[in-house]
T-cell receptor, first 116, second 116 residues
Framework: AQTVTQSQPEMSVQEAETVTLSCTYD???????LFWYKQPPSRQMILVIR??????QNATENRFSVNFQKAAKSFSLKISDSQLGDAAMYFC?????????????FGEGTQLTVNP | NAGVMQNPRHLVRRRGQEARLRCSPM?????VYWYRQLPEEGLKFMVY????????ESGMPKERFSAEFPKEGPSILRIQQVVRGDSAAYFC??????????????FGNGTRLTVT
């Protein structure tokens, strides 16, 4: 079974600085998808960024980028120029390819605090 | 285009009562997923449904829990004879496709169930 591990329960960053959230996963599949979701206090799950395993290029969405290391099964999220609105719980998620169904497997989350 | 709609937002039940949680997927989405989030934890997959079909219920407790997605109307997650351990946030997500690509799941705002 696939597992997703986020080893940092809590992280903090100063406004305008850069922070990196770690995520590792375990899978025997070669084709899969990885996601980062953000959950603010409102509890809404917001997609931040996604990565296809077959793509070597790291995904980027404005201030958010990933460092995808397929061999190491690592998928970290970098937030540049951190803003107060980035404060939230961040979840890393894995979805397998066609053979393993459609469900997402989530990590336990990293609570990010942004200090003014 | 309305997002995934869940209701109620908050639900309080006494032990032994039944809880019914509703989810209307995004327009054009025919695949629905239910997840449970216990306090201070990540989201755990429960069940994946298409219209009138349960595709994957491997995360669903064997007793007291059931889910349906009828041809007409919302998807329903039903918990019979609730116990305190059922207290959690229940999230519904939808997608237009089976998940063979990187289409993200669109999440509702969740229903927080409190069992007293």
């Amino acid at each position: 079974a696939q597992t997703v591990t986020q080893s940092q329960p809590e992280m903090s960053v100063q406004e305008a600085e850069t922070v990196t959230l770690s995520c590792t996963y375990d899978t025997s599949e070669s084709d899969y998808y990885l996601f980062w979701y953000k959950q603010p206090p409102s509890r809404q799950m917001i997609l931040v960024i996604r990565q296809e395993a077959y793509k070597q290029q790291n995904a980027t969405e404005n201030r958010f980028s990933v460092n995808f290391q397929k061999a190491a099964k690592s998928f970290s999220l970098k937030i540049s120029d951190s803003q107060l609105g980035d404060a939230a719980m961040y979840f890393c998620a894995y979805r397998g390819g066609e053979t393993s169904g459609s469900r997402l497997t989530f990590g336990e989350g990293t609570q990010l605090t942004v200090n003014p | 285009n309305a997002g995934v709609m869940q209701n109620p937002r908050h639900l309080v039940r006494r032990r032994g009562q039944e809880a019914r949680l509703r989810c209307s997927p995004m327009k054009g989405h025919s695949h629905v997923y239910w997840y449970r989030q216990l306090p201070e934890e990540g989201l755990k997959f429960m069940v994946y449904l298409q219209k009138e079909n349960i595709i994957d219920e491997s995360g669903m407790p064997k007793e007291r829990f059931s889910a349906e997605f009828p041809k007409e109307g919302p998807s329903i997650l039903r918990i019979q004879q609730v116990v305190r351990g059922d207290s959690a946030a229940y999230f519904c997500a939808s997608s237009p496709l089976r998940g063979r690509d990187n289409s993200p799941l669109h999440f509702g705002n969740g229903t927080r169930l409190t069992v007293t």
